[in-house]
């Protein structure tokens, strides 16, 4: 089945819809009342590269929230991070692997 091209324009505005659905929400929601906690920073650690273009034309757009509760939040903004880029512990074994062989040789 080939590509029909004029569904592009369709799809791309399907696309911004829903990476700009990613955003960060309300800034004023958290204080330090309330703060945000590990699901928050989970949400905002997987929309992190989303949130950081956004914030390079936005000066009410942050990549990181202020009023957190500590760890929990760090660890949820950091697990969500290592969610969406991967880690790199794949690349370092396969390197590793790849060397092993070619000592082999």
């Given at each position: 089945m080939r590509f029909r091209w004029n569904y592009l324009p369709v799809f791309l505005v399907l696309f911004a819809l829903v990476f700009?659905?990613?955003a960060a929400g309300d800034p004023t929601r958290w204080n330090a009342a309330n703060p945000a906690g590990f699901w928050t920073g989970l949400w905002?650690?997987?929309i992190s590269i989303i949130t950081f273009i956004i914030s390079l034309f936005s000066k009410n757009v942050k990549m990181y929230e202020c009023?957190?509760?500590g760890g929990w939040y760090d660890f949820g903004f950091l697990l969500g991070v290592i969610?969406?880029?991967g880690g790199g512990?794949?690349?370092t074994s396969n390197a590793s692997r790849r060397g092993r062989i070619r000592r082999r040789d």
């Open positions: 700009l659905g990613c905002h650690g997987i009023f957190n509760n969610l969406v880029w512990g794949g690349v």
